[in-house]
């Protein structure tokens, strides 16, 4: 019938996991409670670890394992962990975002995963490995992290959009390459954790400053002020 | 190759000791110290290599050639003259109460940290680890643009977080579309994200994901170079952070991520074929150029003002890389040398400019000629430079880059004209009050040490005048790696 | 030609089976939702009984209503009667589903709506009205993600026709289809909005402000409503039968003999036993929604449904 029933079911697997990574991306557009949020952001760092290691079984890739069991701690216990105690910390724990033009967001992410397809397609039809079709799927999980930064006000919002960004760029390394080398990906997620803290830090800086984490109200700095 | 690591291991020992001591009396001499030994490595990498020819370091880690060494040195340099501005000028503000010892050590080790970054993503032959390295520029420049704890500067460093965050992680969907196309050609997995491999197999690379590569890296990198439309976090940044930090950001870090660009074009040129690259950095760098040069006018925040002459000329290198040809590239890496040596400066002279009126709004600043002459002339002296007035290298500079275009591109030439002399004119309508102008009763003249600012200018004036025989050489060394013929035939 | 014969007789025997197993299906459903719910729960046979009740009952027309109202019921038994007749229950190849397609099922059940509103409106009441209004909200989004659904599952088969698509799902084996996964839970949203149950409506209720079905036969008596309650409880099996052969079909018979056919009657008959079960535990468990957020419900419907036929072109066409 298509091209699934020539894999096994390893692989298939792998594809049904990428489609819900990309769903957990629509999920956390459609979530508007800060911990739900954080919630669902852990899901995918955990779905994302999930797939790594299958990926890994089912390519021989050994390094992968690495990534995977990396993946799991990083974005699927410590960053959500971190985030969630700083939710908790500033006392958000019933915050939610505005729930206006949730649908056209959504219908907007929808677009953008239309537009990845194609923009990712010249990669697809040059790559023979199993996992290329999620290619896409991985290009449209970084897109949907920026729409969710765009059109969320909150602070936290923004930096699991940020985060889930990440999580979409490495998916991306591991189905388009089987993973980046090891030296590259330990920097990387040297790099995703520092920020992760990093973030906590001007979380309570914008707090002690402007006394809420509604970025809207960060708008002393502009062109046209007098 | 030891003089290498010992650039990269200075700085990151020198962000390590800060770290913990960082808050002693002691700990600006010694980032002072730290900064000038990782100089004296630079240069000694530098000789190294002008006698030699580039270095490979064992396990390929680092490469360097003609083209990145002189920027490891322009870096390490900037990053030493800046070091001794910041010690008087950091010491003031402990003693104005806005800084505390806590955050003095904050300052000083990230000071080592970024520089370390800096001097990594140059120095490293791996594009993930460039990647790395300028992500961790961004991560350790954030605080130190909160550093004053303003509602201002946390917006600042909110927006530079948030905006270099997301755009540099474009770049790195780039860069695993590269190395997915290299992998393709390449064999060791380990070696195909190495730039040394890259080049060597860029004709075969497959064009079409390359193309794509090239655009996400360049809208990546083109963030934190502060090309436009992602510029919006560049005059936020430099306006609200301390003044060294700017004069670092200014000098250093757009040049590192220019650099980045132009390394990955040299991959995809050879790749793709066609000049989609050079054309994308040409529209990219025009338009912020222009725009820049219209925003200069309504600037009320010195720092501002002199950020989105940043802005304008890292639009009119990228432009002029973009042009490609001999002549465009040299007049670019002389550009990105001088604008480097000026801007940073030009920083450090208005930072004391704004200690002097205690302000940073160009309207309170007044007749810093009469309070403070070595002040009053440096800020005059360093604008007319980055303006580019003859004598000085930034004309020289500017002068190449629109021969070329004449050349190449001749109906662009007047653009680039009309925006130099609005540009000329939007520096000076600000700069002409702030020199002359009445002296307020209540400015004072500020301990200042101008000596960094007067060898930075005497060596632009110096690169206007004639460029010594040593740097023109190697300049079109640089030249010859990236545009493929030598400008003075002194080939390599 | 003997096997064309009883191809027909099947297929008249396949929608018998439908209209006559409705009632008993509605029956087990409020079975175990009582059980759940600590009650004991009337017998398995009640929904035929309450039937019946209203058949005898005299029929009473409210003043000023017109023939649509008196149509009205008959046209929508009719329709959802012919809808399920398109659905394969218990054997697949049926000539039936090769004269109608799923699309034409869809539109049956518009029919069926446009219909039923009409009558709401047609008395005149607020009632009637605002039930028609609500419905036709609900519908108009419930639609769009019903036919995304049925395309997602029509591009993986390569056909429209329901008996030939499940033939061809059967034979491909055990393939784990992310379209299919998220086509399967959008439709189960669908399903649950399109037969009026919680958490969009509740069947259960007569409270004003929340039901929607409920308003729109509020003025019917006698056999008429006893048509409509029955269309309902056609077309809710319908749902269950779909979802049930579509996402698993193993069981259903291939061929027509007696054995096949027998295991396929005990095959669906188990699978709509389960996904009632399951309809009343998560009935037992969610609470009605507001009917404003019934929107979002019904649009997160639809992305989900989106999502299958987005997954399908991106993660199963390719190479």
């Not at chain 2, 760098?285 to 222009?290: C, I, R, V, Y």
């Not at chain 3, 034979?171 to 909005?193: K, T």
């Amino acid at each position: 019938m298509n091209a699934l029933q020539g894999l096994d079911l390893t692989r298939q697997l792998i594809l049904l996991l990428a489609a819900l990574v990309l769903f957990s991306s629509f999920a956390m557009l459609a979530q508007s409670r800060l911990v739900g949020l954080v919630r669902v952001f852990a899901w995918q760092g955990v779905l994302l670890a999930v797939t790594t290691g299958l990926v890994a079984y089912a390519s021989g890739h050994t390094h992968l394992y690495a990534s995977a069991v990396l993946t799991f701690f990083l974005k699927g216990l410590l960053i959500p962990w971190i985030l969630h105690r700083m939710v908790l910390r500033l006392g958000l724990e019933s915050a939610r975002e505005s729930d206006a033009y949730r649908t056209p967001v959504q219908l907007a992410g929808a677009g953008l995963v239309v537009f990845s397809y194609y923009v990712a397609l010249p990669v697809v039809q040059l790559s023979a490995l199993f996992t290329r079709n999620t290619i896409a799927v991985s290009l449209a999980v970084v897109l949907l992290g920026m729409l969710l930064m765009i059109s969320r006000h909150k602070a936290v919002s923004q930096v699991v959009g940020f985060m889930s960004i990440e999580n979409g760029l490495f998916f991306a390394a591991v189905v388009a390459t089987y993973g980046m080398p090891m030296v590259v990906e330990l920097g990387v997620a040297f790099d995703v954790l520092v920020a992760a803290i990093l973030f906590g830090v001007v979380f309570l800086q914008i707090r002690a400053s402007i006394d809420t984490l509604d970025v809207d109200r960060l708008n002393r700095l502009s062109e046209s002020e007098p | 190759m030891i003089a290498v690591y010992l650039t990269l291991a200075l700085p990151l020992a020198g962000a390590l000791w800060l770290g913990a001591f960082g808050h002693r009396r002691s700990a600006g001499w010694v980032n002072v110290a730290v900064s000038g030994a990782t100089f004296g490595a630079s240069a000694a990498v530098a000789a190294d290599v002008l006698r030699g020819g580039p270095l490979l370091s064992g396990g390929r880690m680092f490469y360097i050639d003609a083209f990145n060494v002189y920027l490891v040195a322009l870096t390490a340099f900037v990053g030493f003259t800046t070091a001794i501005f910041s010690r008087p000028y950091m010491v003031h503000e402990v003693e104005a109460g806005r800084v505390n010892a806590r955050r003095m050590r904050l300052y000083h080790s990230m000071y080592q940290g970024f520089l370390f970054t800096m001097l990594l993503a140059l120095s490293t032959n791996n594009l993930g680890i460039l990647w790395v390295a300028m992500e961790g520029a961004t991560l350790a420049t954030v605080l130190l643009v909160s550093l004053y704890r303003t509602p201002e500067s946390v917006e600042a460093a909110w927006k530079y977080f948030i905006l270099c965050g997301v755009g540099i992680a474009q770049a790195l969907f780039g860069t695993v579309l590269l190395y997915f196309a290299a992998a393709r050609v390449i064999h060791a997995r380990d070696e195909a994200l190495l730039w040394t491999s890259l080049h060597a197999a860029a004709p075969g690379l497959e064009p079409a994901v390359v193309g794509l590569a090239f655009v996400f890296l360049l809208v990546g990198y083109g963030t934190k170079v502060g090309l436009v439309p992602l510029h919006n976090w560049l005059p936020d940044a430099h306006s609200e952070g301390p003044t060294p930090m700017s004069a670092i950001l200014s000098g250093l870090l757009l040049n590192v991520a220019l650099y980045a660009v132009v390394r990955v074009k040299m991959i995809v040129d050879p790749a793709l074929g066609t000049p989609l690259a050079g054309r994308l950095m040409m529209g990219f760098g025009m338009l912020s150029f222009l725009v820049a040069v219209l925003f200069l006018h309504r600037q009320r925040d010195i720092k501002r003002l002199y950020s989105y002459s940043s802005i304008e000329h890292m639009g009119l290198m990228t432009f002029a890389f973009g042009v490609g040809g001999p002549l465009a590239t040299f007049g670019a890496l002389l550009h990105m040398t001088v604008h480097s040596l000026t801007k940073s400066s030009i920083f450090v002279t208005a930072g004391h400019a704004a200690h002097i009126a205690g302000t940073q709004r160009i309207e309170q600043i007044r007749g810093l000629i009469r309070t403070q002459p070595a002040v009053g002339w440096g800020l005059l002296l360093g604008t007319a430079a980055i303006a580019g007035f003859p004598p000085f290298g930034v004309f020289t500079s500017e002068f190449l880059v629109l021969s070329a275009t004449m050349k190449a591109w001749p109906w662009l030439t007047p653009l680039l004209l009309i925006g130099l002399g609005v540009a000329f004119g939007g520096l000076f309508r600000h700069l002409h009050p702030m020199v002359y102008g009445e002296r307020p009763d209540s400015q004072s003249a500020v301990a200042a040490n101008m000596l960094p600012v007067a060898v930075q200018l005497a060596l632009v004036l110096w690169l206007g005048l004639a460029i010594p025989g040593f740097l023109a050489h190697w300049f079109d060394q640089a030249t010859h790696l990236i545009a493929g013929a030598t400008l003075l035939g002194g080939g390599s | 030609m003997a096997d064309h014969l009883t191809s027909w007789v099947l297929a008249l025997v396949q929608t018998a089976l439908f209209v006559a197993g409705a009632p008993l299906l509605a029956g087990w459903l409020k079975r175990v939702k009582c059980r759940l719910q600590n009650r004991r729960g009337p017998r398995l046979t009640q929904p035929y009984r309450d039937l019946l009740r209203l058949f005898r009952k005299e029929l009473l027309l409210p003043e000023g209503s017109s023939w649509v109202f008196r149509a009205a019921p008959y046209v929508i038994f009719g329709a959802i009667v012919l809808a399920a007749a398109v659905v394969p229950l218990i054997a697949l190849r049926l000539p039936t589903s090769a004269i109608a397609d799923v699309i034409v099922l869809v539109g049956f059940f518009a029919l069926a709506r446009f219909f039923l509103a009409l009558a709401g409106m047609d008395v005149g009441t607020a009632f009637g009205g605002m039930g028609a209004s609500r419905e036709m909200t609900v519908a108009s989004l419930a639609e769009p993600a019903l036919l995304m659904a049925v395309f997602t599952l029509a591009m993986s088969a390569g056909t429209t026709d329901l008996s030939v698509a499940i033939q061809r799902i059967l034979s491909s084996g055990l393939v784990i289809r992310p379209s299919f996964v998220f086509a399967l839970l959008g439709l189960l949203l669908v399903a649950v909005a399109e037969t009026g149950r919680i958490p969009v409506d509740n069947p259960a209720t007569h409270l004003e402000l929340t039901m929607i079905h409920e308003a729109m036969v509020l003025e019917y008596s006698g056999r008429h409503l006893a048509l409509m309650e029955w269309a309902a409880q056609i077309k809710f099996m319908i749902y269950a039968a779909l979802i049930a052969n579509i996402f698993l079909p193993w069981g259903i018979a291939v061929g027509f003999g007696f054995g096949a056919l027998a295991l396929g009657a005990a095959a669906v008959a188990v699978k709509l036993a389960l996904l009632a079960a399951l309809l009343a535990v998560s009935e037992t468990l969610l609470a009605k929604m507001r009917l404003f957020a019934a929107p979002q419900f019904l649009g997160f419907a639809y992305l989900l449904c989106l999502l299958g036929m987005l997954s399908h072109v991106i993660l199963e066409v390719g190479g």
